[in-house]
């Protein structure tokens, strides 16, 4: 299965990992993989996976689609391409690593979303919340450790 990892700077935003017959990109909620930039057109480039190779085409973009820092109209990737698009960077992987060493684990393949990234933050924070009201907290006061017994 093919893998798109996609970066700004340094920083992985998401993996798309698809068995899909095509990825579009975009800056719209309706794309695969939506890079919300101005610099990024609402319909940017789609990846066609055919049987000549997975090939890239540029969506007639203002801004341009770059593979390996090439301007290009239409491209086969290949593995470890990068893909620029905006201010992001799409490495592109024939086989994902991700897939392959989640289906030694159990075969099932887990992969998230942006809400879900933020719902599952949302409840590790609550989570240590809750944990941090309910562990005992040592108190010394005055002539009393902490253990409550009056020091001599």
Known sequence: MPEVVVKAGDQIIERVITEKGFLSIGRTSDNDI?????????????IDFAAEGPLLRDLKSLNGTFVNTQRVDECILRDED??????YSLVFYVDSKLAMSMTEID???????????ESLEQKSRNSEEELSETRPIPISRGDQSASGKEQK
């Open 34 to 46: 939506v890079l919300n930039h101005q610099g990024v057109s609402r319909e940017h480039a789609r």
């Open 82 to 87: 990068v893909i620029t698009v905006g201010k």
């Open 107 to 117: 075969g099932t393949l887990v992969l998230q979303s942006p809400e879900l990234r």
